[in-house]
């Protein structure tokens, strides 16, 4: 029982401390946003011009989903920051000095990431009831269970492996950054895909399983002979969309009961795994549990000790010594500068790849080039163009950084244009190929599409502080225009989204992005803080 009431106060603690923040309110408005979409039919389960009646069984099931894919994608993002936290502020220090095991404190955070998950899930649950409320009795009646089963048995499975695999991610050193935030998505993706194309109820991890075929065979069953085209998501990024369904049925659901406990158990049981693994992989906070310490980080050390020993000489030296400060600044060296420190710490192996994605731009066929070589190579660099902006923040430099001469004019945009050449540099094979093709409408797209990657990015590290949220930003852009939608396609991926004009869209927001930006680096000088 004192093992218990111990991590019941550790994940209390913790979710408390999350709850409070800033951060916490803008997500939890974020969620009930992301409910009134649904409610208003703009994320949507669609067949066609089909769709079912807005009963308890077809809304509980529409929001349980909708909650489902959300958490199963952005929940991982928004809990994967506890044990980073206690990291950067050396709490975790002084706990690795406690009785306190590590075990026990893995599965707090683990606690504490699905209080934080389930609060979301039970907010967007409640946005289903008052939808119920508003909306179906003009058509059908009104059932409490079908309208929360879908959160029991969809929503709740998911949001516990998540919070497990956020712990995980975290304990494991090369997956807590940008790599392991590359990597969780893609795999939600696949997870995602998997629930809706394999009939193997043990592989259904969203549960979408479980309802999509009844839909279909209702829809199917007032329309017979009809085809049914099944889409899931934002309706106003799905190819081709149709207008809104007008032809209704009526669907009663399924039979939620104990027999499906087992199946969607079994993911909960994958999360307690999971944890357990976290546990094992955790170092407790101890430098001499890690094999290798990061090029960045020791020189950052390096730098930290140098600075550390003039301190100590300071006190020795005299006026007569010291040396007049040198004030013949050179762009060009600070840009060098701004571009060095983004690349450094980086494996030889890393500037190999980069190259061969060069080379596969030029080599293999123009439209592959285009459509997939370029984007790989612009998510290669991820994790550059996510410290900008950020290091002021993350280090506790910003009262230095800012101290010196003019840093709004010198230094801000040097580490634009940094970001800049990484664009231009890692999609320079398409450059290339293009101008030989004398496709310079594509080019200008491309010139454009790297002016946006270092905006955004440097717009987003100014906003937050912190790499994750152009992280994740960016990933789900990167992946939408990749897919080709073209609102959205700032790769030049279509002939189609260049002749449309999305490219002065972007131009036009990269602008307003990057004067937000200097502006608000203004005010973060004025306060002395970033």
Known sequence: MRVVGTLFQLALADFRERTRRYSFLITLLGTLFFGFLVITGKWAVRMGEYRGEYNSAWVGSLMGSASTVMLAFFGFYLVKNSLSRDRGTRVGEILASTPLSGTLYVASKFASNLAVLTLMATTLAAAAVVMQLLVSPVEVGFDLWALVAPFVFLCLPVITLVSAAAVLFESIRFLRGAAGNVLYFFAAEAAII?????????????????????????????????????????????????????KLFHWSGIEWSLAMMPVRLMWIGAAL????????????????????????????????????????????????????ADFDFRFLRMWRAELALMVKGYHWWWYLVALGLVIVQLAVPYAYARTYALSIAWIWPLAIWSSMGTREARFN??????????????QFPAMFLAGLAVALLTGSGMIVRALLAGELGHVAALL????????????????????????????????????????LDFLGATAASVVSGVPRAYLVMSLGLLSFAFLLRRRQMAGGIA
Do not use: C
């Open 397 to 410: 430099t910003g009262q230095i950084v800012f101290s010196s001469p003019y840093p709004q004019r010198r």
């Open 273 to 324: 795994g999971m944890t357990g693994l976290a546990a094992v992989f955790f170092d407790r906070f101890d430098p001499a549990r890690v094999r290798r310490i990061e090029p960045a980080q020791r020189e950052e050390r390096r730098l930290t000790a140098e600075a550390d020993h003039q301190d100590g000489d300071r006190r020795s030296i005299s006026w007569s010594d010291v040396v007049p």
């Open 448 to 487: 454009i599409g790297a002016l946006f990657v270092s905006t955004l990015a440097l717009f987003l590290g100014v906003v937050s502080g912190t790499k994750k949220l152009f992280e994740v930003s960016y990933l789900v852009i990167w992946y939408l225009a990749v897919n080709q939608v073209p609102a």
């Open 194 to 246: 998997n629930s809706l194309l394999l009939d193997v109820p043990a592989l259904d991890f969203s549960g979408l399983g479980l309802i999509l075929p009844s839909m279909q065979e209702a829809a199917l069953a007032a329309y017979p002979g009809v085809e049914l085209p099944l889409q899931v998501g934002f309706l106003w990024l799905l190819p081709a969309a149709t207008e809104e369904a007008t």
